[in-house]
């Protein structure tokens, strides 16, 4: 389900991305698919529930949220980075980019969803059944 949900995400945003003109009816559905799409990052939390012991789950749902929620603080400040190279570099508060720098730059985001679904193809299910750890004692 978190394989199937990354790669609906990717398709979505690389449709959102790369098919300028799109009227806007069709964008707020892409744009709703994207949210829903998403929301598999959910299913994260449930994994780290059921594959460490009882003992350390909150240190591994924190570091899971932490992991989670780094991406924003590390992938815009990338995609500004991208835009202000397009731009020469020089940032004088009159940049004007254009709809092919913005794909050009955003183009992380499309790469990021595709490493999440090459890492969620070797993710495997445990059918909701919680690992044993009874021989760590």
């Known amino acids: 389900l978190m394989a199937l949900g990354t790669l609906l995400c990717f398709?979505?945003?690389?449709v959102v991305l790369y098919m300028p003109g799109l009227p806007l009816w069709a964008l707020y559905l892409l744009m709703?698919?994207?949210?829903?799409?998403?929301?598999?990052?959910?299913?994260?939390?449930?994994l780290v529930c059921y594959s460490v012991p009882?003992?350390?789950q909150g240190v591994a749902i924190g570091t899971?949220?932490?992991?989670?929620?780094?991406?924003?603080?590390?992938l815009q400040p990338i995609i500004g980075i991208f835009l202000s190279i397009s731009h020469g570099?020089?940032?004088?508060?009159?940049?004007?980019?254009?709809?092919?720098t913005y794909?050009?730059?955003l183009t992380v985001l499309p790469v990021?969803?595709?490493?999440?679904?090459?890492i969620a193809l070797f993710i495997k299910d445990s059918k909701g059944k919680t690992i044993s750890f009874d021989h760590l004692g």
């Open 11 to 14: 398709v979505t945003l690389l």
């Open 32 to 46: 709703f698919n994207l949210g829903f799409t998403c929301s598999v990052y959910q299913l994260s939390f449930t």
């Open 54 to 56: 009882d003992y350390c």
């Open 64 to 74: 899971t949220n932490m992991i989670t929620m780094i991406s924003a603080p590390i």
């Open 89 to 100: 570099g020089i940032l004088d508060g009159f940049e004007n980019y254009s709809l092919e």
């Open 103 to 105: 794909q050009s730059a």
């Open 112 to 118: 990021v969803y595709a490493f999440g679904f090459v």
